[in-house]
Each structure stands twice: as structure tokens, then as C-alpha cells.
């Protein structure tokens, strides 16, 4: 289950990204990363998280105090 997910740092800050919204480049470039980088985070997020969207995955990381 997501609760038994430990997001590393960065991940944290990618789903942090996808709450504040915006795009995946508007986000890459808050955190220094390229485009490519971020949506690699994000696929690992999702995959970790066992989520296939974008608010998917706040919901879960936020309900299970992740973020």
C-alpha cells in the first residue's frame, strides 16, 4: 500500500510540484531539474504510489501523510 512507500526527498518535492499545479516544465524549472529528470521522478511517484495520474497521486501521498 502507498503507506508502506517511502518516497525519497526529491519525490517529495515532485508531488509537492504536482499540488501547487502548473506544468511539468514550470515545475522542472522550481526545482533546477530538466523537463526529462522531472517526469522521470514522476514516473517512479507513480509507480510507487500505484497512481497513473497527476491527482491521483496527491491524493494518495496527502491521505497517507506522505506530503
Not at 531539474?33 to 517512479?44: A, D, I, N, Q
Request: glycine share 6%; aromatic share 6%; hydrophobic share 45%.
Amino acid at each position: 500500500s502507498a503507506a508502506d512507500v517511502a518516497l525519497t526527498p526529491r519525490e517529495v518535492d515532485v508531488v509537492r510540484e504536482l499540488a501547487a499545479g502548473g506544468t511539468n516544465r514550470e515545475a522542472a524549472a522550481r526545482l533546477f531539474v530538466s523537463e526529462t529528470t522531472f517526469k522521470t521522478h514522476l514516473k517512479r511517484v507513480y509507480e510507487k504510489l500505484g497512481v497513473s495520474d497527476r491527482a491521483a497521486a496527491v491524493r494518495v501521498a496527502y491521505e497517507n501523510g506522505l506530503i
